[in-house]
């Protein structure tokens, strides 16, 4: 068990390295002149060629490029030029906000979306499972802006439920920050919520269609611990695949529910430092949601292993 | 009654032969009639095709989605403006129904260029196997270790916008998941008999992929590239609710609603309508989707 | 095989409550819109502690009465009428709780393929106390307990270490005397055992066939044993009944049945099968002319009268009853059917119970005619041996070796084989699973480039690969593949296949092109009209036809036959081997016949290998390798076959443990680990030598011939020898 965690972990490796390298091309080789994306059109070119030999544009690009990993790697992230905040704290920061926000709406939906979509597996081509199908698969779809657009005009300007904005007070406790982030998260939630309950559905399915379904319930086993023993662990296994793989559309969700509602996130962050052209606040946002990416993948794939011995043992 | 025919073929046997051929037949008319008769196909079907219809013909019968009228800004529903005015005092109905066309522009090319690398990349990948496969799944797996929309904003920040680049933006990111589903199909073609066969015949290679193989994946690429479709329309109204897609004065819904929402505790119709246009027609493909799948289960 | 002939109810001591009592069942499956029957009128009767054998094609129904009985159809299927008791009660008037108690309790079901029945993320020892948790209600330690036992029942070595194994960690053989451990946890009055055997290995086949003939002993459990291979059926069971399109057309004792059949279907089923020691010079193989007919395919009268040689008007006029025989089937049940009012719907419900009393019974107005059945197939003259100038080594294959990379593992699928081919010679290639036969035959026509070692065709070395051979090499050597659904490309029409074939393996262009693929299909009897379709609406053996004219576009002199006709039900795997046997006449074409089925190599073969564990341990004629004296692991192998033939007494050689891992292969002698022959530390240590018994004939022993014959003819010395 340990050894597949290692040698996962060190599968990662170059994979980060290569979007690394991916990163910091789109952000420093192909612009081109990388002092005048920072700065803009307006600047003058002393001040551009000032920020080019700030950054080290003349050195050579391999020599650029293991100075930024190599820096990015021992938390040396530099001062935004055009911030003129230190960007580790900001990114930092930002991601500290964004958990919040995403554990908030993970730890609702996953549970709900498994349990429905086992459901509706379990009743399928009924009532329910057509039911519970068209609907989270309708949510699963609406962009997440346009449907906390309408739950905002709905709740937070005409009902007046709930707050318009995100940001709870300076110095808040946890409960009232949870309770502003009602409303971003209910967005995240309605994405995630179509894909899990898809795939749950999916795996039940095909698991009951399984032979050793037949031997549980020709053993004479209680209906309960046919699905409890024998449904759910195998249909769990695809399941907690696309979880892991789902994170990266919780992320792009991130970056919409928080430019919409003003949250600062690491999402706005990078949409906010993308407009401005801040390219070292990019890179390092950028290569930060890469390697939580990753993480979650693997801690999908370990969850997995846990489930299903043979792939414990192909290790 | 049955005369025995040598050791081969009776009477009987022909007849039923033909019966089977004739049951084959009528099976696959019931799959087209089983989609005919899906509500979600149907419904999904009718919502795309609507707005298709009014990305090509809705300024005919509206007022213009430029018009702009300073004197009657953010209006609510009247009857001169049956949707209400925006900021700018243009015509929400206008802009709501011409909103469809950047989408449907944009989501299609993308998913089509995705398809095209991603069922090359598959069908090469899956056939050779070995280093090819090995170096380009890793450089796959590059690309999908960060979320598109990240990697789009990046490249679209940096790089340039325009309808061009935004196009090509989403269909190479989408490209190695294409690829992947293709791959696995390829994969599992390439083990059966008949690709053996034509090996043993001395087909080429490009043969046997393009030829053998690739009548047979269909089925999958076709569902995959509905999936895609939907996921290119998400995509699509992201990056310009983001403001990395086009630009004003285009009636594209996400646009719209990213500018708009600063007046939505005033005018609240300015946004709503564009987002529940958006989400018809995000649900729309879907349920295609969701319909198709259905039924090729089956 | 046990001796005990069905006395009924009531005449044994107290009277028991049969084990099943099927009454007039009717079932139908709703598919699609249409609403296909698919039993019609079934009844049958197992009284406890009786093996009753059902045996027919696919699409019979067979298996749907067993899940009929358990009351598990799928939901799309219906018991129109009809009852079924199980120990006295109607299954259908149990409540959800009671069907729940009584499955497991009452029946219990093992079938195909184990490695599905088993839960793969549970283990072992999990799966089976479950049963004992949830039936008897006993308390974790218990029923880890009452498992362990369960394994030990089944002689599955180290129960101990099984109960904590994971399903995937073990063989076939194994994880099905687990699910047989499962099923009989509970004790059931009836076991059903649906194809237990069908994809295991001959010899675990016969290991599994040992334990249930062993377990009967020692339980009181009625076994309903459901095939197709009517061998397992004679070695099991006591009773039969044979099932055709849904209908029971006859039944009795086993032994009766098998050697004086009364019905024209079963007549049919035992011609068209090899009989061991049969040789293709001797007959040709008596085919069931038509093909099976369709799920829900609307019959007249007799349901087998469509493709029945014996078929007369009245035949199509009324169904005959299941008389019992001897009895009133004959003369009298033929007036009557003339003289009542014509009733053509098959399967009408007063056909259903056994008309008359009487230990058997048949459905056919003509039993008595039946041993008297003519032949379908003319009998083929025995084909002339090749002429002897153009005899020669058609095929040279010189130790080759191909191993696989599996994880980091090496698997060494061949191991140093050679043999030779001559021409219009058939060689046919035994072993199990694992032997390493395929992967020799994509050797040898280049789908996988050997290691190391040559493949010589006419006295030219071949390039490995088949992308790199010559136009020539392709023609010449072709491959005929197992799975009919999957050998032809289901996206081109037959035409386009054999088409493509043409072109490419024989030239030519246009009109004469055209003319050949017409003259292919002529050869393998496939009609015109059939060229038009797609694979998918043909059947499995029009598929394998035209998978056989495809081979044979470029008039090859060497075909490599992987399981042909393996995957085909029993009447058709008859009419591909005659049209493989006639094409090798007519064409003087060389076979590599690849089979587990060593009836029908034996049949086929003039020469014969056998393999085992990636190794060539035997070679030599057909009549010289399955006779004494021959490698103990070819002795072993034919011990295991199911035979047929009911006053064969030989003697089961069972092998000890199971097939070691082609990684880590034992040493010396490969077989070592299982001979019952073994000499000693000298089988151990040493690679076994080449011994030659006569010119022609080698085997891989440490034993010499005349010790070999010696020991393998003594044992019964009124034991006649096996080829008979």
């Known amino acids: ?315 | 009654m049955a005369e025995p025919v040598a050791a081969g073929r009776t009477a009987a046997e022909i007849q039923s032969n033909a019966d089977a051929a004739l049951e084959q037949r009528r099976q696959r008319r019931y799959l087209v009639h089983a989609l005919l008769r899906s509500p979600t196909f149907m419904i999904g079907t009718s919502s795309v095709v609507l707005w298709i219809l009014m990305a090509l013909f809705s300024t005919w019968f509206t007022q213009s989605p430029f018009d702009v009228n300073p004197m009657d800004t953010l209006q609510a529903p009247s009857a001169a403006h049956w949707l209400g005015t925006d900021d700018l005092g243009r015509d929400v109905l206008a802009r709501t129904l011409a909103g469809a066309r950047s989408v449907l522009i944009v989501a299609p090319l993308a998913t089509l260029l995705a398809l095209l690398m991603g069922t090359t990349i598959g069908l090469i990948t899956g056939f050779y196997r070995g280093i090819t496969d090995e170096v380009i799944m890793r450089l796959v797996d590059v690309l999908l270790a960060l979320p598109v929309v990240i990697t789009s904003i990046l490249i679209l920040s940096l790089l340039g916008q325009s309808v061009a680049i935004v196009i090509v933006v989403i269909g190479v990111l989408f490209t190695p998941l294409v690829s992947r589903t293709v791959r696995s199909a390829v994969l599992r073609e390439r083990e059966r008999e008949y690709v053996m066969a034509s090996r043993l015949r001395g087909e080429r290679s490009w043969f046997v992929m393009a030829r053998e193989i690739l009548p047979n994946i269909t089925a999958p690429i076709i569902v995959e590239g509905t999936v895609r479709l939907g996921y290119a329309v998400f995509t699509a109204a992201t990056l310009s609710f983001l403001g990395f897609g086009l630009q004003p004065p285009s009636p594209d819904w996400g646009l719209t609603i990213a500018s708009e929402r600063l007046f939505v505790q005033l005018a609240w119709w300015t946004v709503i309508f564009p987002a529940i246009a958006l989400a018809s027609l995000v649900v729309g493909v879907n349920l295609i989707t969701d319909g198709l799948g259905r039924v090729f289960s089956k | ?724």
């Open chain 3, 1 to 724: 095989m046990s001796d005990v002939v069905n006395e009924g109810i009531g005449q044994t001591g107290a009277p028991q409550a049969a084990a099943v009592d099927v009454r007039d069942l009717e079932v139908t499956f709703h598919r699609r819109g249409r609403d296909l029957p698919v039993l019609r009128g079934v009844s049958l009767r197992i009284a406890a502690g009786e093996a009753y054998g059902l045996v027919g094609e696919s699409g019979c129904g067979k298996t749907t009465l067993a899940l009929a009985v358990l009351r598990y159809l799928a939901a799309n299927g219906t018991v129109d009428r009809g009852d079924i008791l199980v120990d006295g009660r109607d299954v259908s008037t149990l409540s959800e709780e009671e069907l729940r108690k009584w499955r497991g309790e009452a029946v219990a079901m093992v079938y195909q393929d184990p490695a599905t029945a088993l839960s793969p993320a549970m283990r072992i020892g999990d799966q089976v106390a479950e049963v004992f948790r949830f039936h008897q209600g006993l308390n974790k330690t218990a029923a880890r307990e009452g498992a362990r036992e369960s394994l030990r029942k089944v002689a599955l070595p180290d129960p101990e270490a099984t109960l904590r194994r994971y399903p995937f960690e073990l063989s076939g053989g194994q994880q099905q005397r687990v699910v047989i451990a499962m099923a009989l946890a509970a004790n059931p009055r009836l076991l059903i055992l649906d194809e237990p055997t069908t994809g295991l290995d001959a010899t675990v086949e016969a290991e599994i066939l040992d334990l249930i003939e062993e377990l009967r002993g020692r339980i009181n459990a009625a076994i309903l044993l459901i095939t197709h291979n009517l061998g397992l059926v004679a070695r099991l069971c006591e009773r039969v009944g044979v099932l055709y399109a849904g209908r029971l057309v006859e039944e009795g004792p086993a032994r009766e049945i098998f050697t004086d059949p009364r019905h024209p279907y079963t007549m049919g089923l035992l011609r068209c099968v090899p009989r061991f020691g049969m040789n293709k010079s001797d007959a040709a193989l008596q085919t069931i002319p038509g093909t099976l007919p369709a799920l829900g395919e609307a019959l007249q009268g007799c349901v087998y009268s469509a493709r029945c040689p014996m078929a007369q008007p009245v035949c199509v006029r009324r169904e005959p009853d299941l008389h019992a025989w001897p009895g009133d089937g004959g003369p009298r049940a033929r007036a009557e059917a003339e003289a009542a009012p014509a009733d053509p719907a098959a399967w009408s419900p007063h056909h259903a119970s056994p008309v008359g009393e009487g230990l058997r019974h048949a459905r056919c107005y003509f039993s008595a005619e039946v041993p008297d059945m003519p032949a379908t197939t003319p009998v083929l003259s025995a084909p002339g041996a090749v002429e002897e100038g153009r005899a020669g080594d058609v095929l040279e294959i010189d130790t080759v070796r191909r191993s696989f990379r599996d994880g980091r593992k090496k698997l060494v699928a061949v191991h140093d084989v050679s043999l030779n081919l001559k021409r219009g010679e058939t060689f046919g290639l035994v072993g199990e699973s694992g032997s390493g036969k395929t992967t020799l035959a994509k050797c040898i026509t280049g789908l996988i480039a050997a290691d190391s070692g040559t493949v010589s065709f006419e006295g030219k070395r071949l390039k490995p690969t088949a992308g790199r051979r010559s136009q020539a090499a392709l023609r010449a050597i072709q491959m005929v593949f197992q799975n009919p659904d999957s050998t032809l490309n289901p996206a081109w029409s037959t035409r386009a296949i054999l088409t493509r074939a043409v072109r490419k393996l024989d030239g030519g262009s246009g009109s004469s092109v055209r003319a050949k693929v017409d003259e292919l299909a002529a050869d393998v009897r496939v009609e015109p009209r059939f060229l038009l379709q797609k694979p998918m609406d043909l059947s499995g053996g029009q598929k394998q036809r035209i998978a056989i004219a495809r081979a044979f576009a470029g008039d090859p002199t060497l075909v490599v036959c992987d399981e042909p006709a393996s995957a085909l039900d029993v009447s058709v795997q008859a009419s591909i081997l005659n049209l493989l046997v006639e094409l090798q006449a007519s064409e003087a074409v060389s076979y590599i016949f690849i089979s587990h089925d060593l009836a029908v190599v034996r049949y086929l073969s003039d020469r014969i290998g056998v393999m085992y564990l990636a190794e060539l341990i035997e070679v030599g004629s057909a009549e010289e390798v399955f006779n004494p004296p021959h490698h103990p692991y070819t002795e072993a192998l034919l011990s295991s076959i199911p035979t047929l033939d009911l006053d064969d007494s030989h003697e089961r050689i069972p092998l000890r443990g199971s097939m070691p891992s082609l990684s880590d292969p034992p040493s010396g002698c490969r077989f070592h680990t299982r001979c019952h022959r073994i000499l000693g530390d000298i089988c151990v240590e040493q690679e076994p030598p080449l011994q030659e018994a006569v010119t022609g004939h080698t085997y891989k022993c440490h034993i010499p011939p005349d010790e070999l014959l010696r020991a393998q003819t003594e044992v019964d010395p009124l034991a006649e020898s096996i080829s008979t």
């Open chain 1, 1 to 315: 068990m340990t050894r597949l965690i290692l040698r996962r972990l060190l599968l990662m490796v170059p994979t980060l390295i290569l979007v690394s390298l991916l990163i910091f091309t789109l952000s420093e080789i192909l612009p081109g002149d990388v002092g005048r994306t920072i700065l803009g059109p307006y600047a003058t070119p002393e001040q551009v060629a000032a920020l080019n030999a700030e950054l080290g544009v003349d050195e050579p690009i391999i020599q650029r490029y293991v100075a930024w990993l190599g820096n990015f790697v021992t938390g040396d992230w530099d001062t935004s030029p055009i911030t003129d905040l230190e960007v580790r704290p900001q990114v930092m920061g930002a991601l500290g906000n964004s958990l919040l926000l995403a554990g908030m709406a993970l730890v609702v939906i996953i549970p709900l979306s498994i349990f429905l979509g086992v459901v509706a597996g379990l009743r399928k081509d009924g009532l329910l499972d057509r039911g519970i199908t068209i609907s989270t698969l309708s949510l699963t779809v609406i962009p997440e802006f346009v449907s906390g657009v309408i739950l905002l005009v709905i709740f937070a300007v005409t009902l007046q439920w709930l707050p318009v904005t995100a940001l709870a007070p300076e110095g808040s406790n946890l409960a009232t920050r949870l309770y502003y982030l009602i409303l971003p998260a209910i967005p995240l939630m309605f994405i995630e919520l179509g894909y899990i309950a898809r795939m749950a559905r999916v795996g039940t399915v095909e698991v009951l269609a399984r032979p050793y379904i037949r031997t549980a319930v020709l053993k004479g086993l209680p209906r309960r611990r046919v699905i409890f023993g024998h449904v759910l662990r195998n249909a769990m296994v695809p399941t907690v695949t696309v979880i892991g793989g789902q994170i990266g559309w919780l992320i792009g969700g991130l970056v919409v529910v928080e430019t919409l509602f003003g949250y600062p996130g690491l999402g706005k962050l990078l949409v906010d430092a993308a407009k401005t052209h801040d390219v070292l606040v990019l890179e390092a946002g950028v290569l930060v949601v890469a390697v939580l990416y990753m993480l979650s993948n693997l801690s999908a794939d370990v969850i997995v292993a846990l489930l299903d011995p043979r792939v414990r043992q192909r290790a």
